[in-house]
């Protein structure tokens, strides 16, 4: 007869691999990331020491640091619980997609692309063939979040959509360019090729189109233009880690940790939400309608692109907690190439033609970039990032944004009226996919040689 120890471990065994896939299709929650990480995505981190703490990870704040003397983040420092996990998340790329991405070289790119577009479009059970790294990425991905209220994310989508359809693009260049500011987090655009304006503008194109997508009706459910979008986002990404940690020439991961990793990731899951959040916390006031909504659809989105649970959260005070120790656990650190970023960024050309009126328009684009950007910074800090912003530029800012502001407030206007809410929702759904078709089709992979590893 076994023993209950021997029956217990039989039990176990048979169990924990049902376990395991359960938890996966929950989505990342567990705060022993480095144990999931091995274990979903083995060919990727079993190799890795992820128990290092790499240079840029830090867990007192430096003399640079804005927020130095900020007593509420010295206590979160204290909690080396906390500190732990924002540790191993430093180190967290996306495993479900990181595993299938390493696969990608055994498949060929194109045949795991095709199955890839066919998996988004129809649904995993549309490809027979698709290995099991795949599977198990669009498992999780087609098993919507309990806590996910459709009806928030479709009044977040209604109320984002004539903003979306007014601002185009006037503030994707300086969104960009913050993430720039730092060099632990502007490595990989370096060496994957993003220092040309050329492949500043796919860049753009690439991640805007996700957000313009994901205001538009149904974007964001199961086979939706912007679900799509995000299955294509999160393998590309992959794509770059998988690359990038198969070349240590190239990439010291004692310095510089996993490619693209979560906490990089937090600046386009959550800086609306915090921003919402922190508004709200300093007027010691509940979320507004609009707000709640804004928050829903924006945490969903990060779930599809595969943000841990941490990244998750409609609470104020996590969403804030969750932003102040992403910032006072990265070091900072000045990189030329952040300059050449910032330099290829500002000039790339996201115009249709070269007529002169879209070369204006251009050129009051880069001039409303500039005067944003040392304004967010600070005049210093983009002087150091080779942005030097006259105070001329004030026109263009004005020039490309008044014009927005009246008719952001002339079109609410009539969307308070009978029948206004229609007309104006309809004027906005196809200002947007007009904007979509003129920027074209969005590629979503690397500028690897079709994602063939290269020695270096």
Request: hydrophobic residues 40%.
């Amino acid at each position: 007869m076994p023993t209950m120890e021997e029956l217990a471990s039989s039990v176990h065994a048979l169990i924990w691999p049902y376990l395991r896939i359960q938890e996966v299709l929950m989505g990342y929650s567990t705060r022993n990331v480095s144990q999931m990480q091995k274990s979903i995505a083995p060919s990727v981190y079993a190799a890795l020491d992820l128990d290092l703490e790499p240079e840029r990870f830090r867990t007192e704040l430096g003399d640079n640091s804005i927020i130095k003397n900020n007593p509420r983040i010295q206590s979160l420092l204290q909690d080396k619980d906390k500190i732990e996990l924002f540790r191993q998340l430093t180190l967290m790329g996306d495993p479900l997609a990181d595993a299938f991405a390493a696969r990608i070289p055994e498949l060929g790119y194109k045949s795991a692309r095709a199955m890839l577009d066919k998996a988004a479009e129809q649904g995993i059970d549309s490809v027979p063939d698709a290995p099991e790294e795949l599977v198990r990425l669009m498992r999780t991905m087609e098993t919507t979040p309990p806590w996910v209220d459709w009806d928030l994310i479709d009044k977040a989508s209604e109320n984002s959509r004539l903003l979306t359809a007014l601002t185009g693009e006037a503030i994707i260049r300086v969104a960009f360019m913050m993430t720039y500011v730092n060099g632990y987090q502007g490595l990989p655009m370096v060496i994957t090729g993003a220092l040309t304006s050329d492949s500043a503008a796919k860049r753009m194109k690439e991640t805007i189109s996700t957000f313009k997508l994901a205001t538009l009706p149904g974007a964001l459910r199961q086979g939706g233009v912007a679900y799509q979008s995000a299955v294509k986002v999160r393998v590309m990404h992959a794509m770059v880690r998988t690359s990038l940690l198969k070349r240590p020439k190239v990439w010291d991961y004692s310095v510089y940790g996993v490619p693209i990793p979560q906490v990089d990731q937090m600046g386009a899951a959550l800086a609306p939400s915090y921003m919402m959040a922190l508004w709200a916390l300093k007027k010691g006031s509940k979320l507004t309608d609009y707000q709640t909504a804004a928050i829903e659809q924006s945490r969903y989105l990060a779930s599809l692109l595969g943000m841990h649970d941490q990244f998750l959260s409609n609470q104020p005070e996590q969403i804030v907690e969750t932003w102040n120790l992403c910032q006072a656990t990265l070091r900072h650190k000045s990189d030329q190439r952040g300059r050449d970023l910032n330099s290829a960024t500002i000039n790339a050309y996201r115009r249709g033609n070269r007529k002169w009126y879209n070369q204006l328009i251009h050129r009051m684009d880069v001039k409303s970039t500039q005067f944003m950007y040392s304004r967010m910074v600070g005049k210093r800090t983009a002087k150091e990032m080779g942005v030097d912003s006259p105070i001329t530029d004030v026109l263009s800012f004005a020039g490309l944004f008044a014009p927005i502001g009246v008719g952001f407030g002339a079109l609410s206007v009539v969307k308070a009226l009978p029948g206004g809410r229609g007309l104006v929702d309809g004027y906005a759904i196809k200002e947007i996919q007009r904007q979509l078709a003129k920027e074209g089709s969005a590629e979503y992979r690397t500028n690897d040689n079709e994602y063939k590893i290269k020695s270096v």
